[in-house]
C-alpha cells in the first residue's frame, strides 16, 4: 500500500496555512497545492538556510540516492502556482501563460471530475514533462507542472528544464512553489535500506528529524538538515529532506523515495 503525505506551511505564531489540494488523474495523482504568495521557508537552525539552485538540490538527492545501491532511478520535479487573472476567456489567459514559459506544445482541454482543463504533453526517450492548467470560481488560473526523468540522462535533462521553466515564471512573476523526488527499488530489507541511507544522509551533514511516520512496511522521517537549503517550516523545525522506505510484502525488495523540502505524493 502507498502512502500519502500532503504539504503543510507553516507561519509564525504556530498558525498553520491550509493548502487546498485538488485531485486530478494523470495515470497518478496530482496534487495540486493552492497558494497565492506563499514560499519556501528559509531558516534553519543557525538562522540562515543555503540558497540552492534547482540544480544542487536535485544533484544533492541524487549523490543520496546513489548509495541505496537500486537501479532504475527516476526523478521528478513538480511546480505549481496559481495568480489572478482579469480575461473572461480563462483559456486564452492560459495560452499567453504557456506562450510567456516558451513551451510550444498545444494544449488539449478535457473534461475531468466534471471540471473542463487544458493538459499540455511532451515526453523523449528518457524524459516526460506534464502540464495542467484550470481556472476556479476564485478568478484565478492554477497551473501544475511535472517534469519525469528516467535514470542519469533523464534527470539532467529535467533538470535543465526546471531551471528554464522556473526562471521564466518567475520572470513573468508568477509565485511558484516547487519540490523535487527521486525514486529507486532495491533489494533489501525496510530496516537494512533504513539503516545504511541513515549512514550516509549523517556523513553528508547535519540531519535532525523533526517528523515521523511508521507502519509494519514503511517509515518515513522528515529532516531538518545543513545541506538541502530552503525548506518547509513545521512545529518542531525547518524540513527540507523527507525520506520514505517502504518493503513489498513477499517480494525482498523496498522502495526508497527522498524528497526536498518534502515527498508531495505517494511513497
Known amino acids: 500500500m502507498s502512502n500519502r503525505k500532503s504539504w503543510t506551511l507553516g507561519i509564525s505564531g504556530g498558525v498553520i496555512v ?36 534547482i540544480t544542487e538540490k536535485v544533484n544533492n538527492l541524487w549523490k543520496l540516492a546513489q548509495h541505496s545501491g537500486g537501479a532504475n532511478f527516476e526523478t521528478k520535479i513538480i511546480m505549481q502556482g496559481s495568480y489572478l487573472i482579469k480575461a473572461e476567456d480563462w483559456k486564452q489567459e492560459a495560452l499567453k501563460w504557456k506562450e510567456s514559459i516558451q513551451v510550444a506544445t498545444p494544449f488539449v482541454a478535457r473534461e475531468e471530475r466534471g471540471q473542463e482543463v487544458l493538459r499540455a504533453n511532451d ?58 523526488e527521486i525514486r529507486t527499488k532495491a533489494v ?10 541513515h549512514r550516509k544522509m549523517q556523513l553528508l551533514g547535519h540531519a535532525k528529524p523533526i517528523d515521523n511516520y511508521e507502519d509494519i512496511r514503511t517509515r518515513s522521517v522528515s529532516y531538518e538538515t545543513d545541506y538541502m537549503g530552503e525548506g518547509i517550516k513545521m512545529k518542531s523545525g525547518v524540513a527540507n529532506l523527507q525520506m520514505a522506505v517502504h518493503e513489498l510484502a513477499g517480494e525482498g525488495i523496498t522502495r526508497l523515495t527522498l524528497g526536498t523540502p518534502l515527498i508531495a505524493g505517494e511513497y
Open 18 to 53: 491550509l493548502l487546498v489540494v485538488i485531485i486530478i488523474i494523470v495515470g497518478v495523482k496530482d496534487s495540486v497545492l493552492l497558494s497565492n504568495d506563499t514560499r519556501h521557508i528559509v531558516s534553519n537552525e543557525a538562522g540562515h538556510a543555503l540558497q540552492l539552485s
Open 188 to 197: 533489501g530489507t525496510l530496516d537494512s535500506m533504513w539503516g545504511k541511507m
Open 123 to 180: 515526453q523523449g526517450s528518457n524524459w516526460k514533462r506534464e502540464i495542467l492548467v484550470f481556472a476556479e470560481q476564485d478568478g484565478r488560473l492554477y497551473f501544475t507542472i511535472h517534469l519525469t526523468g528516467v535514470e542519469l540522462n533523464g534527470k539532467e535533462h529535467i533538470v535543465d528544464e526546471g531551471e528554464h521553466l522556473h526562471k521564466a515564471l518567475q520572470a513573468n512573476n508568477h509565485s511558484v512553489l516547487w519540490n523535487s
